[in-house]
């Protein structure tokens, strides 16, 4: 039979007691399912049960979560997951570092923060290189985070207008006729974008810098024969670009802009047998000096835990289809 130890670590903190429990004990319950070992919360001490390897590691995992929370204030059961893989892999000297990166505080004084070191990364390459190209799958943070730098960058007055725009295509579904103007009938593609500005600027900051030309949400077509200056500009969804409108959209960058260009290369809504722009772009920049291409993967998915598991089951069936 293999050695059990007991060990016990005091917490003097009853926030960080009452955060590493979690709601209804949910994190202790994550904990020893990922761990493999049992824990126990009695008058402010935690106390690990299980082999000494794997009480180590809790341990070890206690102490970042406890350093995680009193720098954020908070602690949610995809930071509890995300600080357990960290220290499997041997990045959790990383996990201080990213616990005090604020990028951005709203005005309703919410602090956007990066939450995986694959984010982190994406931030800096934002700040450091006029394009960057972030490819992953959903709930990675992709556009939010572009939104929230290209908001940044107009605070900081680095740029003097935001451009977020995205190729018009149906997503397997067929919209039919919509009523309305020209902006009307695109909006319904543009509505993440609307979206993420909304929770970054407010809804009333939002709308004025429209109306002030400040800010442009458009189809991506409408890209086509201008040079953007001074701008930062965003290319959302872009793996439903065709080559042609990729390169149109990217030698569109003017003197004084930076281009976020984000996309997944697994879910392309182009009609069967066309290029993706995207995937051509992957393989035709590749090494381009002052471009930065940014891979985030399942790891970096801070959504439900049941989208990281989705994700995972189709990277898995991906995979094997390759195989």
Same mark, same amino acid.
């Given at each position: 039979?293999?050695?059990?130890?007991?060990?016990?670590?005091?917490?003097?903190?009853?926030?960080?007691?009452?955060?590493?429990?979690?709601?209804?004990?949910?994190?202790?319950?994550?904990?020893?399912?990922?761990?493999?070992?049992?824990?126990?919360?009695?008058? +402010?001490?935690?106390?690990? %049960?299980?082999?000494?390897?794997?009480?180590?590691?809790?341990?070890?995992?206690?102490?970042?979560?406890?350093?995680?929370?009193? !720098?954020?204030?908070?602690?949610?059961?995809?930071?509890?997951?995300?600080?357990?893989?960290?220290?499997?892999?041997?990045?959790?000297?990383?996990?201080?570092?990213?616990?005090? !990166?604020?990028?951005?505080?709203?005005?309703?004084?919410?602090?956007?923060?990066?939450?995986?070191?694959?984010?982190?990364?994406?931030?800096?390459?934002?700040?450091?290189?006029?394009?960057?190209?972030?490819?992953?799958?959903?709930?990675?943070?992709?556009?939010?985070?572009?939104?929230?730098?290209?908001?940044?960058?107009?605070?900081?007055? !680095?740029?003097?207008?935001? @451009?977020?725009?995205?190729?018009?295509?149906?997503?397997?579904?067929?919209?039919? %006729?919509?009523?309305?103007?020209?902006?009307?009938?695109?909006?319904?593609?543009?509505?993440?974008?609307?979206?993420?500005?909304?929770?970054?600027?407010?809804?009333?900051?939002?709308?004025?810098?429209?109306?002030?030309?400040? @800010?442009?949400?458009?189809?991506?077509?409408?890209?086509?024969?201008?040079?953007?200056?001074?701008?930062?500009?965003?290319?959302?969804?872009?793996?439903?670009?065709?080559?042609?409108?990729?390169?149109?959209?990217?030698?569109?960058?003017? %003197?004084?802009?930076?281009?976020?260009?984000? +996309?997944?290369?697994?879910?392309?809504?182009?009609?069967?047998?066309?290029?993706?722009?995207?995937?051509?772009?992957?393989?035709?920049?590749?090494?381009?000096?002052?471009? !930065? %291409?940014?891979?985030?993967?399942?790891?970096?998915?801070?959504?439900?835990?049941?989208?990281?598991?989705?994700?995972?089951?189709?990277?898995?069936?991906?995979?094997?289809?390759?195989?």
């Amino acid at each position: 039979m293999a050695e059990l130890v007991e060990r016990r670590m005091v917490i003097h903190d009853p926030r960080v007691a009452a955060a590493i429990m979690g709601n209804y004990d949910e994190h202790l319950s994550i904990l020893e399912d990922e761990l493999d070992i049992r824990l126990v919360m009695r008058n +402010g001490d935690l106390i690990l %049960f299980g082999s000494p390897e794997q009480v180590e590691t809790g341990q070890e995992v206690i102490r970042h979560l406890e350093a995680f929370f009193l !720098e954020r204030r908070d602690l949610t059961p995809s930071d509890v997951k995300y600080i357990i893989n960290s220290v499997r892999v041997g990045q959790q000297a990383k996990l201080a570092a990213l616990a005090r !990166e604020v990028i951005l505080t709203t005005p309703r004084g919410k602090s956007v923060r990066p939450k995986t070191l694959g984010q982190q990364q994406y931030v800096r390459a934002m700040l450091e290189k006029d394009v960057v190209i972030a490819i992953g799958p959903a709930g990675t943070g992709k556009t939010y985070l572009a939104v929230v730098m290209a908001v940044r960058a107009l605070r900081n007055k !680095e740029v003097s207008r935001l @451009i977020l725009t995205r190729p018009a295509v149906e997503a397997g579904e067929k919209l039919g %006729f919509l009523p309305g103007d020209l902006q009307e009938k695109v909006d319904p593609y543009l509505r993440p974008l609307y979206d993420a500005l909304f929770d970054v600027l407010g809804v009333e900051n939002t709308r004025r810098y429209l109306e002030r030309h400040i @800010i442009e949400v458009a189809p991506l077509a409408y890209m086509r024969g201008r040079t953007l200056e001074d701008a930062f500009i965003i290319l959302d969804e872009a793996q439903n670009t065709t080559p042609e409108q990729m390169k149109m959209f990217l030698t569109r960058l003017g %003197f004084g802009s930076r281009v976020v260009v984000t +996309g997944d290369i697994t879910q392309v809504d182009l009609p069967r047998g066309q290029a993706s722009g995207l995937i051509e772009a992957e393989e035709v920049l590749s090494g381009v000096a002052g471009i !930065e %291409f940014v891979y985030l993967t399942g790891a970096d998915t801070v959504r439900h835990s049941l989208v990281i598991k989705i994700i995972e089951a189709y990277e898995r069936a991906g995979g094997s289809k390759e195989e």
